[in-house]
C-alpha cells in the first residue's frame, strides 16, 4: 500500500464516485505524514457532516492509521459549484 | 535555541533524556536487572517495529510491563514522561486474564466521560497549553463563539485515547462531543462555524462584559490583605475572584469555566 497523494486521489474518486477530488501531501512542514483532502460528490447530498466524512475515513479505512494528521473538506456537486463562483 | 546553539527539538531531547535517568534511577530486582529500564530504537531502522506499533511521528515513548504494552507518550514532553514512567513503576500487575470485563468497564468509562459536561472535548494537551495544531485552533474557535465546554487530555490516557477512537469509530483527535453524542473533528467545526450552525449546536457560556456587577479591591494597595488573603483562601495568586464572600479562583478557572450563572446580574 502507498501513501502518495495519487493513490489517495484515484481511491476516494472510484469509492466516492467524486466528481472532483483533491489531494494535497502537508507532510513538509510537519513532524509525520500528513494529507489535505477535497472531495466534492453527489453522494454527499442530504447527509450531514459527520456523516460525510465517515464516507471519506470508510473508503481510506487502511490508510487512516498510517496518516498522523488528516484534513478533509466535502462538498456536493451543487456547494462545489457555488464555492468556485464566489 | 539549546546548547552549542542546538535547534530545540534537540535541546529538549537532552532533556527529556536527563528526566529518564533520574526517573530510572530506582530499585534493582533479585536477579541484579533494574526493575524499571529503557531502551532506545531507531523508527527507520526497524520498520517492522514502527509499523506494529502504528508509529507516526518521533520521538514516541511506548510503555510495556510484562510483556504488554501498558501506555504510549507522543513527543518530547519531558513532565509527562516522568508522570508515567513514576506512576507505571509504582502500580501493581496487569491481570491479563479480565479482558472482556475491561471492555465492558472501559465502555461504559467512555460514555460517562462523553457526557461528563453538556460539550466535552476530547484534545491533545489542554486549553490553556494545547500539544497540536488542531487541538489548538478547535479551542480558539470555541472560545471565540463563547462555547461553554469541558475538555480531556488524551495524551493522559492511553486506554481512553485508543478506546474513544474505537467507540466512536472516528479515528483522530480533537473530537467534539455534545449532550454525548459526536458532532466531529476540526474540519467540521469549522464548516459548521462557517455556515453559522456552530452557534445552535453548542452551548454558550454567559457573556462577561455584558453582565457582571463586579466590585475590585487592589491587593497593591494594602499588603496585609495581600498577604493575608493568600492564606485565609489558601490560593497562593492573584488575581482572586470571590462571588458571596467564597473563592470562584483565578484568571485559569475563570477563563475555561466560567461560574457567572453564580454571579451577580445586572
Known sequence: ????????????????????????????????????????????????????????????????????????????PDQWAREQQK | MGRNGEAPQVARMHAINARLKLALGGPKGKSGKRLVDRGRLEAEAVPEVSEKYEISSVPT???FKNSQKIDQLDGAHAPELTKKVQRHASSGSFPP??????????????????????????????????RCGFSKQMVEILQKHNIQFSSFDIFSDEEVRQGLKTYS?????????????????????????AS????????????????????????????????GLKAYSNWPTYPQLYVKGEL????DIVKVRPFFIHCPQH
Open chain 2, 97 to 130: 486474564s479480565a479482558n472482556e470485563h475491561l471492555k465492558e468497564d472501559l465502555n461504559l468509562r467512555l460514555k460517562k466521560l462523553t457526557h461528563a459536561a453538556p460539550c466535552m472535548l476530547f484534545m491533545k494537551g489542554t486549553p490553556q497549553e494545547p
Open chain 1, 1 to 76: 500500500m502507498e501513501l502518495s497523494a495519487d493513490y489517495l486521489r484515484e481511491k476516494l474518486q472510484r469509492d466516492l464516485e467524486a466528481e472532483h477530488v483533491e489531494v494535497e501531501d502537508t507532510t513538509p512542514g510537519r513532524c509525520a505524514t500528513s494529507f489535505r483532502v477535497l472531495v466534492v460528490s453527489a453522494k454527499f447530498e442530504g447527509k450531514p457532516l459527520l456523516h460525510r466524512h465517515r464516507l471519506v475515513n470508510a473508503s481510506l479505512s487502511e490508510e487512516l492509521p498510517h496518516i498522523h494528521a488528516f484534513e478533509q473538506k466535502t462538498l456536493t
Open chain 2, 248 to 251: 470562584v479562583g483565578g484568571l
Open chain 2, 196 to 227: 453559522e450552525e456552530l452557534d445552535t449546536i453548542c452551548p454558550k457560556a454567559p457573556k462577561l462584559e455584558e453582565s457582571v456587577d463586579y466590585e475590585t479591591f487592589d491587593i497593591l494597595e494594602d499588603e496585609e490583605v495581600r498577604q
Open chain 2, 61 to 63: 515513548f511506548l510503555f
Open chain 2, 169 to 193: 469509530n472516528w479515528p483522530t483527535y480533537p473530537q467534539l462531543y455534545v449532550s454525548g453524542e459526536l458532532i466531529g473533528g476540526l474540519d467540521i467545526i469549522k464548516e459548521l462555524e
